[in-house]
């Protein structure tokens, strides 16, 4: 069975630094990868989409790669803002369609 | 706008009570989901589709129905509710080869 596990569960930084969230996945045969954002009380927001056959993707400030061959992710956010905080989630699409969620990294940046 | 919408957005149920829960999406979107959202336990699939028609168990499929009659509208049935279905949940469609989009939620309280 695919687990998927986020780390850190929790971070704090100071705006302006630069954050680094980690995703990792024991089954390496997924069809994509997304990252959500999802604020307190509200839905998931899609950040990013990376193909398997693809090795990152960028929008924005944010950057996420994926090295499928060592069941890795990580989401860069460059330049942290207050506006950031929230919960970011790491999904992988099996063959299926069916999304595996890691728990969460919950950010908070202070101003 | 285009989207997911999830009716309704709270509701409060006594237990044995039924409900349905609607799902709506205008994106000609192929497949649909359904997720619950419980406290340290992550995202969890409760039933999806693949197609108008077709309907299939998830993780927590116990307790829950599901109808896809058109292609838009995915519904999640609650024929006798129980406390431990206290959950926020989740609509989510996508296209083959794209993201998922998420509705915004639905909070259910059995009491």
């Known amino acids: 069975k695919q687990e998927v596990t986020q780390i850190p569960a929790a971070l704090s930084v100071p705006e302006g630094e630069n954050l680094v969230l980690n995703c990792s996945f024991t089954d390496s045969a997924i069809y994509n990868l997304q990252w959500f954002r999802q604020d307190p009380g509200k839905g998931l927001t899609s950040l990013l989409l990376?193909?398997?056959?693809?090795r990152e993707q960028t929008s924005g400030r944010l950057n996420a790669s994926l090295d499928k061959s060592s069941g890795r992710s990580t989401l860069y956010i460059a330049a942290s803002q207050p506006g950031d905080s929230a919960t970011y989630l790491c999904?992988?699409?099996?063959?299926?369609?069916?999304?595996?969620f890691g728990a969460g990294t919950q950010v908070v940046v202070t101003p | 706008n285009a989207g997911v919408t999830q009716t309704p957005k709270f509701r409060v149920l006594k237990t044995g009570q039924s409900m349905t829960l609607l799902c709506a999406q205008d994106?000609?979107?192929?497949?649909m989901y359904w997720y619950r959202q419980d406290p340290g336990m992550g995202l969890r699939l409760i039933h999806y589709?693949?197609?108008?028609?077709?309907?299939a168990k998830g993780e927590v499929p116990d307790g829950y129905n599901v109808s896809r009659l058109k292609k838009q509208n995915f519904l999640l049935g609650l024929e006798s509710a129980a406390p431990s279905q206290t959950s926020v949940y989740f609509c989510?469609?996508?296209?083959?080869?794209?993201?998922?989009?998420f509705g915004s939620g639905t909070r259910l309280t059995v009491v």
């Open positions: 999904a992988v699409t099996d063959s299926w369609g069916k999304l595996q």
């Open positions: 989510a469609s996508r296209l083959l080869t794209d993201g998922y989009t």
């Open positions: 589709s693949v197609g108008e028609g077709t309907t």
């Open positions: 994106m000609n979107h192929e497949y």
């Open positions: 990376i193909q398997s056959s693809q």
